[in-house]
């Protein structure tokens, strides 16, 4: 190696996690995932489960995640991840498995499957991304979707009376017997985003010990469907949508 190799490689204080793919990203600029990807990429390699982890993809924006963290993946139908991961796991035990959700695959049309396998404490690790919004499909009106806040199908905000109130699935599902680990982080700052790779760490230690079921529920941006900027997104999703969800762990057994 030449010296000037060497010098730089001393002085490097960040570089590409080696599970993630070097390829061109979808997400919009300011997209919440892409950084959740990183996260995920550098905690199954930290761990030495590069070998043993399988990860389920549902639709939504969630759907591409197989594109960038190389580890095995099964996509699923809309809201059934929770079903697939637990087959696989039942299957395969001494595989690592966890899916990779958004607000309205977990908390709409797969309410059930996410409950039921929370509940019958399926050794899985859940990654749930909510952004208060639907984001692949134009902007619409989600479960987790705050009362007041604007979307396609609630241009005048989201009513209690029309619309009913934002579904706090993951407060759900720490009331269950089968959960071990639940908690709820963001990724907006540094600081956020060493405690979010924390909370993935520990969710993962808990499968490897056939814990229960884990949920790490990441508060997240849609720029693009909130019609902000970045930086813009950030600030509301803190003014905002902390205070119907707040951060930190609701179960850690």
């Known amino acids: 190696m030449e010296i000037q190799d060497i010098i730089k490689e001393e002085n490097k204080v960040y570089s590409t996690p080696e599970l993630l793919d070097d390829v061109h990203m979808h ?9 959740i990807h990183k996260l995920l990429a550098e905690v199954i390699h930290e761990m030495g489960l590069t070998e043993r982890t399988v990860g389920i993809s549902p639709v939504g924006c969630a759907v591409f995640a197989y594109n960038y963290v190389d580890v095995d993946w099964v996509e699923a139908a809309h ?4 079903a697939v991961a637990t087959a696989i796991s039942r299957l395969w035990p001494e595989n690592v498995v966890f899916t990779y959700q958004g607000d309205g695959d977990m908390a709409a049309i797969g309410t059930a499957e996410t409950i039921h396998a929370a509940n019958r404490g399926e050794n899985i690790v859940m990654i749930f991304v909510n952004n208060a919004i639907y984001g692949m499909t134009g902007g619409q009106m989600a479960p987790t979707t705050l009362l007041g806040q604007k979307t396609a199908t609630s241009p005048y905000g989201r009513r209690a009376d029309l619309n009913g109130y934002p579904l706090e699935i993951t407060d759900i599902m720490a009331t269950l017997r089968g959960t071990c680990y639940v908690t709820r ?3 907006h700052t540094p600081a956020a985003v ?4 924390a909370a993935i760490k520990k969710a993962f230690e808990n499968a490897l010990a056939k814990k ?12 693009s469907g909130w019609k902000m900027t970045p930086v813009q997104a950030n600030e509301w999703m803190a003014e905002n949508m902390f205070k119907e969800y707040p951060l930190g762990d609701l179960k850690n057994l």
């Open 212 to 223: 229960g079921t884990s949920v790490v529920e990441v508060i997240s941006t849609c720029n």
């Open 185 to 187: 982080q963001s990724v």
């Open 27 to 35: 997400y919009c600029p300011g997209c919440s995932h892409g950084v």
């Open 194 to 197: 060493k405690k979010t790779k």
């Open 79 to 82: 809201g059934r991840a929770p």
